[in-house]
């Protein structure tokens, strides 16, 4: 029945190891998002997708890039993880069609940086 | 642009007690609104959602109705339990030309005592 499903769950990294986390999706929606959540604080939004369009948040650091390679699946890679990375990674999807402007999150990895 | 503000938590009540958790936005246009929960080590759920002014949300017991006029979607529950300790985001939706994007509070941590 999960809808938005996120792998692996939980991920250990060490400084500078270049991480992958990736996200699945049956609902068939064209937007896909990451979001970071640091201990305590409201979900960031780092980055979504449209369909094949990729945008950028102002201010999300180089360092966290993305593929969306076909509708179901995208992947978040952190290229050289620092302490500061350490967080829980939400990823979401909402449609268009009928639109309500509600997302649909997976249960999240939480990432740790050793 | 817009944004949300949510009551600083936490929030500790007893077991049947009522609960209020305000919140009020700042947004251009007509934003559909969310209160969506989190639960210890796990993603974000959506608990309701009213997408124009005057429209109530309900859901498990809480509820909250958009309010245009004092810009704020209050979550309310007349007897709250100890399962629903969690953490409570407001947020809002604006329309991005690539899919909505959700702007989140800071979260307000209940905590329910038996």
């Known amino acids: 029945d999960a809808m938005v499903i996120q792998n692996p769950r939980y991920q250990v990294t060490q400084f500078g190891k270049p991480v992958t986390l990736s996200c699945s999706q049956t609902?068939?929606?064209?937007?896909m998002y990451w979001y970071q959540q640091k201990s305590s604080q409201a979900p960031k939004l780092l980055f979504h997708?449209?369909?094949?369009?990729?945008?950028n948040e102002a201010d999300t650091p180089d360092n966290f890039q993305s593929r969306r390679p076909n509708t179901s699946f995208c992947f978040l890679d952190i290229r050289s993880p620092g302490l500061g990375d350490a967080a829980m990674y939400l990823c979401?999807?909402?449609?268009?069609?009928?639109?309500?402007?509600?997302?649909?999150f997976g249960e999240g990895s939480r990432l740790t940086v050793l | 642009g817009n944004s949300v503000t949510q009551m600083e938590g936490p929030v500790t009540l007893s077991e049947e007690a009522f609960l209020t958790i305000n919140c009020t936005y700042t947004a251009t246009g007509y934003p559909s609104l969310f209160w969506y929960v989190q639960y210890p080590g796990e993603g974000l759920q959506l608990l309701l959602k009213a997408t124009k002014a005057d429209d109530k949300g309900s859901n498990k017991g809480f509820e909250a109705t958009y309010r245009k006029e004092t810009t704020s979607f209050h979550l309310e529950k007349g007897s709250v339990q100890v399962s629903d300790s969690a953490v409570y985001f407001c947020?809002?939706?604006?329309?991005?030309?690539?899919?909505?994007?959700?702007?989140f509070g800071a979260g307000t941590i209940l905590r329910v005592k038996s």
């Open positions: 609902l068939n929606h064209n937007v």
């Open positions: 947020a809002l939706s604006s329309d991005g030309e690539y899919g909505n994007k959700l702007v």
């Open positions: 997708y449209y369909d094949k369009d990729f945008n």
């Open positions: 979401a999807t909402s449609s268009l069609a009928g639109d309500t402007g509600e997302l649909f």
